[in-house]
């Protein structure tokens, strides 16, 4: 199985973890092991541990770095990555890179339902397990389809496509990606139809649902920073505001330090920062990495290093 995917920012991320010879890192989101090829690359008697939940990505990286003896792979959701890590006596590591959304193999395999361009069942797991989108699709009242499209998809025509899915699965079920799509099209005006295919958002909003993406990237970007030993990197690639914002601020808040009140004269808190940011803004491609793979014109880089904890 051949899992083709063409890492985004990957000498901007694995530059910006600041990789120590004999470190230990971990590639939370391996995909193909573009990233994690390049971590290796870096390391002599160091160790890197590549995670991922799709099956497709753990046989490729298995096969891919075989012979590599500083190579770890690990099955599993990098938001459980210190349960993980745990179980083979890691406790803390030096740096933790994690690309965050779907993969191009995802994408352009048809037959994983998470592109509206090919028919296929309506799929869109990451894992190839638990529920699928048509089972959400088919099953989720109209108000709770709705909040989901509006919320992780920023669709202004929500309520009118979720109207839609539930009139339609009521003459028969939503089965594949082209008739959810064709669903979408016809729920949304005109105008909006001729700027773009209407069914980007709806789609995006239903792999988030069904993958969990959003709990998933909270909860592991806090195991990531317990993690880090000082002086240690976290590096996340997103690829739309939702992610985005919740890394900004999630790093933000550990740069943080004092928490008081701002009339107040004094700290009276003690906090104290427990990171830095390595750039203040978000990093994102350059021309040539944008003329060369188009979907990195949405991505953005977010650095942070964790400082020493004053006494």
């Known amino acids: 199985m051949e899992f083709s995917h063409k ?186 139809r001729r700027a773009g295919h209407p069914a980007r958002k709806t789609f995006q909003a239903l792999r988030i649902a069904v993958n969990k993406e959003l709990e998933a990237l909270e909860k592991g970007l806090d195991e990531a920073f317990e993690l880090l030993s000082p002086g240690g990197r976290l590096a996340v690639i997103t690829f739309h505001s939702l992610e985005d914002r919740i890394v900004k601020q999630k790093m933000a808040s550990w740069c943080r330090g004092c928490t008081c009140p701002p009339d107040f004269p004094v700290c009276v808190c003690g906090k104290t920062p427990l990171a830095r940011l390595v750039s203040r803004k978000p990093i994102v491609a350059n021309t040539q990495e944008l003329g060369d793979n188009p979907r990195s014109r949405s991505a953005k880089l977010r650095i942070c290093e964790r400082i020493e904890e004053k006494s």
């Open 7 to 192: 890492p985004v920012l990957l000498n901007e991320a694995v530059e910006g973890l600041n990789i120590r010879p004999n470190g230990i890192y971990v590639d939370g989101t391996a995909g193909g092991g573009g990233h994690s090829a390049a971590v290796l690359e870096r390391l002599e008697s160091g160790k890197l541990i590549s995670i991922d939940r799709d099956p497709d990505a753990i046989a490729t990286v298995k096969q891919r770095f075989k012979d590599n003896e500083n190579s770890i792979i690990i099955k599993g959701n990098f938001s459980d990555m210190k349960e993980l890590l745990s179980c083979r006596g890691i406790r803390q590591v030096d740096g933790v890179l994690l690309d965050i959304g779907v993969s191009s193999h995802q994408l352009d395999t048809p037959e994983r339902g998470f592109s509206f361009h090919e028919d296929a069942l309506l799929d869109m797991r990451m894992s190839q397990s638990g529920a699928t989108a048509a089972d959400l699709v088919n099953s989720l009242p109209k108000k709770e389809l709705s909040r989901i499209i509006f919320t992780y998809g920023e669709e202004k025509y929500a309520d009118s496509i979720a109207g839609s899915i539930v009139k339609r699965r009521e003459e028969r079920p939503i089965e594949t990606t082209l008739d959810l799509a064709e669903v979408i099209k016809n729920s949304v005006p005109e105008r909006v």
